[in-house]
């Protein structure tokens, strides 16, 4: 299947060295691959391609040469540089990555204005509309809840063997991808973590008490979470404050990349759901158009919440609330109505009979309709 990136990418390769980024087994190799017909591919995990890199003796006869794991290389943004000011274009430079390779974006940084960034999701509906028109809407929804958007397990379709690669999946990552990129030897405590981060989806995160749970310092657990954000395992959702500083001090939400990880009620995988689509499109939004979105959560004083606001320019956008099964709006809808007196209400609802909005400006839509069409515009 086309995936929805690969013509952003193509066009983008004429001008500039491109990095791919994203979870592993996302999708990434699979889309570089696909971009041209002539490519030479290199991924540095493998010791002969390994020196193939460090000899730079790849095949400059392709069209496309692409750099699998290239961030394992010791100063690669340097190296990188070296290739991309020396050698002429063709071949074109791709560099794919299952960490965060956005380190770059420190000042003087050796890369600055030589390269665009992409950032590959897994499967959402609004792809999954697009890419495979599926007769039923909700049953892929129903799909997406089960075993998620990773390609390979939901284009296989099948719970059994979704759990058979989920645990091969967050092993190699732990296993390997976490001793490449950090020098963690703590990993059954790491583990525990993630058991524990998949129980609290959609709540507020305590760094204290998952310290305390853990028996480590709040230090150590807000140096975890982070390695599992640059892994692509969990990304966070802040509260919202216009002073960001303050915003930083409440505690974030956490949700999973891949939304089969969750534990719980069915309302929290639909939020789950819910939050990786809005973050993919926001970085889709991002990394094609230059426009600046963002996504927080909003909560008072007294614990009244909306579960997501999409920042546009850092101006309040839109507010989102989920729910399974509620057809009228929430409460707490009317507790924020003087903060973001102009911003669009939407309630989206899995088991709904009918759509509707109301006086207040609230929207309640059904979940697989609006996530299929899904827009910040």
């Known amino acids: 299947m086309k995936r929805y990136l690969e013509s952003y990418v193509l066009k983008d390769l004429r ?62 943004k340097s190296w990188l540089k070296g290739i991309y000011d ?101 990993i059954t405590v790491i583990e525990t973590l993630i058991q524990l981060l998949r129980r609290r989806v959609g709540s507020p995160v305590s760094f204290s008490s998952l310290a305390r749970d853990l028996q480590v310092s709040d230090k150590t657990v807000k140096r975890w979470l982070t390695i599992l954000e640059n892994l692509y395992v969990i990304f966070r959702v802040a509260p919202y404050h216009r002073n960001v500083a303050r915003a930083l001090l409440k505690a974030p939400k956490f949700y999973f990349y891949d939304t089969g990880q969750v534990m719980g009620d069915s309302g929290a995988r639909l939020e789950n759901v819910v939050a990786c689509s809005l973050l993919k499109e926001i970085q889709f939004m991002t990394d094609c158009y230059g426009e600046e979105y963002g ?31 509620e057809d009228r709006p929430s409460g707490n809808f009317g507790a924020f109505a003087k903060y973001f007196p102009d911003v669009r209400q939407i309630q989206v609802v899995k088991k709904l009979n009918r759509e509707r909005s109301y006086p207040s400006g609230v929207e309640i839509r059904r979940a697989h309709s609006w996530l299929a069409g899904l827009s910040l515009q």
């Open 86 to 186: 020396t050698e002429k274009r063709p071949p074109f430079l791709l560099v794919t990555g299952s960490a965060r390779l956005d380190t770059y974006r420190k000042v003087g940084d050796s890369l600055a204005g030589r390269f665009f960034q992409f950032g590959l999701h897994p499967l959402d509906l609004k792809e999954i509309r697009h890419a495979m028109d599926p007769a039923d809407l909700e049953a892929a929804l129903d799909q997406l809840l089960l075993i998620g958007g990773f390609p390979e397990p939901y284009l296989k379709g099948s719970q059994r063997y979704y759990r058979r690669w989920k645990r091969s999946h967050l092993d190699i990552i732990l296993r390997q991808d976490l001793i490449d990129l950090e020098n963690v030897r703590q």
């Open 15 to 76: 001008e500039k060295v491109v990095l791919v980024t994203g979870p592993r087994q996302v999708g990434k190799t699979t889309l570089s691959q696909a971009l041209v017909e002539d490519f030479d591919y290199l991924n540095f995990d493998n010791p002969d391609d390994r020196m193939a890199v460090l000899d730079r003796s790849w095949d400059r006869a392709k069209q496309l040469v692409i750099f699998d794991e290239l961030h394992k290389l010791k100063n690669w």
């Open 295 to 325: 996504l927080s959560y909003v909560r008072t004083k007294d614990g009244r919440e909306i579960d997501f606001l999409v920042t546009r320019e850092e101006r309040p956008h839109l507010l989102i609330e989920v729910k399974w099964a």
